[in-house]
């Protein structure tokens, strides 16, 4: 069976991150799994690059954590957006809706 | 930018907590990732196995971790200073002759930049410098300094409004003498007194 994930380019992990976290606070596992589950298990995110994302969001103050505890009854730390990520969110996803678009017209060209 | 610094300072100084905290937050993944397996039907210690394959090197997704903090400059600066001070401890001599060094780059630097600084640099006795332009007429032509006519400026002088005071200036030769010497010839520039 061929593996059905695509690696995410450069710089798009940031931003499916802050989309996640948008909707509600998620932690970390919730994040991934999600991505996953949304983009019918094509994008599947490492832990090796989420975390030290997770944490580089939070340090730019897009996303802003707080331990509380999970659907299990476990503890765990949720990340939700802050008003400065939901800026970022929208700048990045126009920004990202225009490159795709052009990229589609050039590979689309007759 | 505040948020930054906080967020490295607590990363820094409150490292115990921090460190803490992404145990347990990375830890709380892993276990996510063995009950997702042995749901899917796996035994746990299969699940655990292929947990672990799925996580990768722990210590390398918190050292990514740590760098993503930002804490790295401000730890290697303060391990590059504590660095610093032990080299003198054990080795005075080089330590010593490395301070003269610097010391005295940086004094000559400074007494150069003093003597040039006063010497291209005068006090040219007027209050607002900014405010003094020097005017001439314009030649379209030749576009060079040309002289006012006496009479020009003395129109000048007393009909201006755009300007408080008018004075004129214009270079000549002159001889000094007194009766110890033979006369020497100078050049010199001749005012007129400023007057509105």
Same mark, same amino acid.
């Given at each position: 069976?061929?593996?059905?994930?695509?690696?995410?380019?450069?710089?798009?992990?940031?931003?499916?991150?802050?989309?996640?976290?948008?909707?509600?606070?998620?932690?970390?596992?919730?994040?991934?799994?999600?991505?996953?589950?949304?983009?019918?298990?094509?994008?599947?995110?490492?832990?090796?690059?989420?975390?030290?994302?997770?944490?580089?969001?939070?340090?730019?103050?897009?996303?802003?954590?707080?331990?509380?505890?999970?659907?299990?009854?476990?503890?765990?730390?949720?990340?939700?957006?802050?008003?400065?990520?939901?800026?970022?969110?929208?700048?990045?996803?126009?920004?990202?809706?225009?490159?795709? =678009?052009?990229?589609?017209?050039?590979?689309?060209?007759? | 930018?505040?948020?930054?610094?906080?967020? @490295?300072? @607590?990363?820094?100084?409150?490292?115990?907590?921090?460190?803490?905290?992404?145990?347990?937050?990375?830890?709380?993944?892993?276990?996510?990732?063995?009950?997702?397996?042995?749901?899917? $039907?796996?035994?746990?210690?299969?699940?655990?196995?292929?947990?672990?394959?799925?996580?990768?090197?722990?210590?390398?997704?918190?050292?990514?971790?740590?760098?993503?903090?930002?804490?790295?400059?401000?730890?290697?600066?303060?391990?590059?200073?504590?660095? =610093?001070?032990?080299?003198?401890?054990?080795?005075?001599?080089?330590?010593?002759?490395?301070?003269?060094?610097?010391?005295? $780059?940086?004094?000559?630097?400074?007494?150069?930049?003093?003597?040039?600084?006063?010497?291209?640099?005068?006090?040219?006795?007027?209050?607002?410098?900014?405010?003094?332009?020097?005017?001439?007429?314009?030649?379209?032509?030749?576009?060079?300094?040309?002289?006012?006519?006496?009479?020009?400026?003395?129109?000048?002088?007393?009909?201006? @409004?755009?300007?408080?005071?008018?004075?004129?200036?214009?270079?000549?030769?002159?001889?000094?003498?007194?009766?110890?010497?033979?006369?020497?010839?100078?050049?010199?520039?001749?005012?007129?007194?400023?007057?509105?």
């Amino acid at each position: 069976m061929a593996d059905p994930h695509i690696d995410l380019p450069q710089g798009t992990l940031d931003l499916l991150i802050l989309k996640t976290v948008a909707l509600e606070p998620q932690h970390g596992w919730a994040i991934s799994e999600r991505i996953q589950q949304i983009s019918s298990n094509v994008l599947q995110v490492q832990q090796g690059s989420l975390y030290p994302a997770l944490h580089r969001l939070e340090r730019r103050g897009w996303i802003k954590a707080h331990w509380g505890v999970s659907e299990n009854n476990r503890r765990a730390k949720y990340y939700a957006l802050t008003r400065g990520g939901r800026k970022q969110l929208e700048a990045d996803a126009g920004t990202w809706r225009k490159l795709s =678009a052009a990229i589609a017209q050039v590979l689309d060209m007759a | 930018m505040l948020t930054d610094l906080l967020y @490295r300072l @607590r990363s820094l100084f409150r490292r115990n907590a921090v460190e803490g905290e992404l145990d347990e937050e990375l830890r709380f993944h892993f276990n996510e990732q063995v009950e997702k397996f042995v749901r899917s $039907g796996l035994d746990r210690a299969e699940a655990v196995r292929r947990a672990r394959l799925a996580f990768g090197g722990v210590e390398q997704v918190k050292e990514e971790c740590r760098e993503a903090r930002g804490v790295f400059t401000l730890e290697t600066l303060l391990r590059d200073l504590g660095y =610093a001070l032990r080299m003198w401890r054990k080795n005075p001599g080089f330590a010593l002759a490395a301070i003269t060094a610097i010391g005295l $780059g940086i004094g000559a630097n400074t007494a150069m930049f003093t003597i040039f600084s006063r010497a291209l640099s005068f006090d040219p006795g007027i209050d607002n410098p900014d405010r003094v332009v020097l005017f001439s007429p314009a030649d379209a032509i030749a576009s060079e300094e040309r002289s006012w006519s006496g009479p020009v400026f003395q129109s000048l002088r007393s009909s201006t @409004r755009s300007l408080a005071v008018i004075a004129a200036y214009r270079y000549t030769v002159v001889n000094v003498s007194d009766k110890a010497a033979l006369p020497e010839r100078f050049s010199c520039a001749q005012m007129t007194a400023s007057a509105s």
